[in-house]
């Protein structure tokens, strides 16, 4: 008989190498987040030392699904869903799992479905869909829960696991900006009527205005174009009382800083100027904008720690019992180990509260203090 081909190093191996389990060694490969530091560095020291390379075909057939993660997308150029799926992917990959995009065009019940039914037959871990607009949102109530589904910049209102940035306050902090520095109310020109986005920062303009005992101003729709701010621009320059602009993205803001120069209206010496977003061109602007950057990367942290912890009911991607979860009554891992009733001890317990307070995360934005804000001319 020839020389018998020489195994390569195991799960088992690197488990005995580092003095854990084999369900520890597990967990870091899964990017488990309830392992502890030290642990998760023994475990990564002993992979590097035996060259242990993980299966990933035998990984699917154990647990019937592959490492990877489908996102259902708007086949949008538009800043913030771009940006959002961009940050999600990076911190996917940066957590060791594919990612497998589906962009529909039209942002309706029936694409969200089939998207959704495409990762399914694709056997993914989990699913994240960027859910803006209304019928995108109520989709989701009549998808199958067979694996993990999170919803990224969605309904504030509905159930269910969500990460956002928190629309309300930004709006808020706009608002706020402008007041201090001296206005007596805030126009603004506000985003598509089903966006969530558009209502979320109009809802917190009118409570800040409110809050502070002003009046508050008719909207000026717009519908997240250059054209759209350009054209309330034309509007709002003509009227002399309008002092204080907040528009609804920095995409509006520079229709409206063309349209105030073409009118003749000084910013900041007449109107002070608002956006939201950060775009890359608005500190290049004339002035450069002050605006509101959401922290999009935060957001996409947020749902991958929702998806890795169980979303909707559904255990957590990386096989652990996670009755408890974002949703549920009790922890992330429940049925051993640190929090549960056997195992090695080798993770750290990690109280998970429950109901659905715990599954809304909601990233503050923060203002970006440029040259467009100015106390009011007089």
Do not use: K
């Not at 913030?80 to 990076?90: I, T």
């Not at 009382?241 to 229709?255: H, I, K, L, R, S």
């Amino acid at each position: 008989m020839g020389e018998r081909t020489r195994r390569g190093p195991s799960m088992f191996d690197v488990a005995r190498v580092a003095g854990v389990s084999h369900q520890t060694v597990s967990r870091v490969l899964n990017a488990h987040p309830n392992v502890r530091e030290v642990t998760r560095t023994r475990v990564l020291s002993a992979i590097d030392e035996l060259g242990y390379r993980p299966n990933r075909a035998a990984r699917t057939l154990v647990t019937g699904r592959d490492r990877v993660l489908g996102v259902v997308a708007p086949g949008s150029t538009l800043f913030g869903p771009v940006s959002l799926l961009a940050a999600f992917e990076e911190q996917a990959v940066n957590a060791g799992f594919g990612v497998s995009v589906v962009r529909i065009r039209d942002l309706d019940g029936a694409s969200v479905r089939e998207a959704v039914d495409r990762h399914l037959d694709g056997q993914v871990s989990g699913i994240v869909v960027i859910a803006p607009v209304a019928p995108v949102a109520a989709a989701l109530d009549e998808l199958p829960r067979t694996v993990p589904l999170v919803t990224v910049d969605g309904d504030p209102a509905r159930p269910g696991a969500m990460a956002t940035v928190d629309q309300v306050e930004g709006g808020r902090v706009a608002t706020r900006r402008l007041l201090e520095a001296g206005h007596r109310t805030v126009w603004h020109i506000s985003g598509p009527p089903d966006w969530f986005d558009a209502a979320g920062r109009a809802a917190g303009w009118e409570a800040e205005l409110r809050a502070a005992g002003c009046e508050v101003p008719p909207v000026v729709p717009g519908d997240w174009s250059p054209d759209a701010g350009y054209r309330a621009g034309q509007f709002l320059g003509r009227m002399p009382e309008v002092t204080a602009v907040f528009a609804a993205n920095d995409a509006m803001a520079t229709g409206l800083l063309h349209a105030l120069h073409e009118r003749g209206r000084a910013v900041p010496g007449d109107i002070s100027v608002v956006g939201f977003d950060d775009v890359p061109s608005s500190a290049h602007l004339i002035p450069p904008l002050t605006t509101i950057r959401p922290d999009f990367e935060a957001v996409a942290r947020a749902a991958l720690d929702l998806l890795v912890a169980g979303a909707d009911g559904v255990g957590g991607i990386n096989g652990a019992d996670n009755t408890g979860g974002a949703n549920g009554t009790g922890g992330a891992n429940n049925t051993g180990g640190a929090n549960g009733t056997g195992g090695t001890g080798d993770t750290d317990p990690v109280p998970v509260a429950s109901g659905e307070a715990v599954a809304h995360r909601g990233v503050v934005p923060v203002l970006v203090d440029r040259d467009s804000v100015g106390p009011p001319p007089g």
